[in-house]
């Protein structure tokens, strides 16, 4: 949708997304964040992240999970609350969220290779 296009209207629950594929980016990193957590803590790591620590204390795996996808779902919101005003600003917002999310999967990676494989690097 360019920033020219009219912005939907009617009946919010009935029209798509402004930006399903960075959505459809930000749901697949965050499960791969959720699955990288999952591994390292299966090998003997911890969480390094001292909020999403406190959850997995507080509420275990399940709760880290809610967390997350909750977390996705404002992000979705406010996108699309923004972009009904400021489309490009929006857009660029949705980046932003995958690209922050996938700061996590990186250190996970380098965090498995380097400490649970050294030989790899």
């Avoid at 204390?57 to 972009?83: D, N, Q």
């Avoid at 980046?95 to 290779?113: E, N, R």
Wanted: aromatic share 12%.
């Amino acid at each position: 949708m360019s920033d020219q296009e009219a912005v939907p209207t009617g009946r919010p629950w009935a029209r798509a997304v402004h930006f399903p594929d960075q959505y459809g980016w930000l749901v697949f990193v965050s499960a791969l964040d959720l699955m990288l957590t999952w591994l390292i803590l299966q090998l003997g790591g911890r969480e390094v992240n001292p909020l999403a620590d406190w959850i997995l204390v507080a509420a275990g795996y399940p709760g880290m999970v809610l967390f997350k996808y909750s977390v996705v779902i404002f992000v979705v919101l406010v996108c699309e609350y923004i972009a009904r005003k400021q489309l490009k600003t929006a857009r660029e917002l949705a980046w932003v969220a995958v690209i922050i999310s996938g700061v996590p999967v990186v250190v996970a990676l380098a965090q498995i290779a380097t400490t649970f494989h050294p030989g790899v690097w």
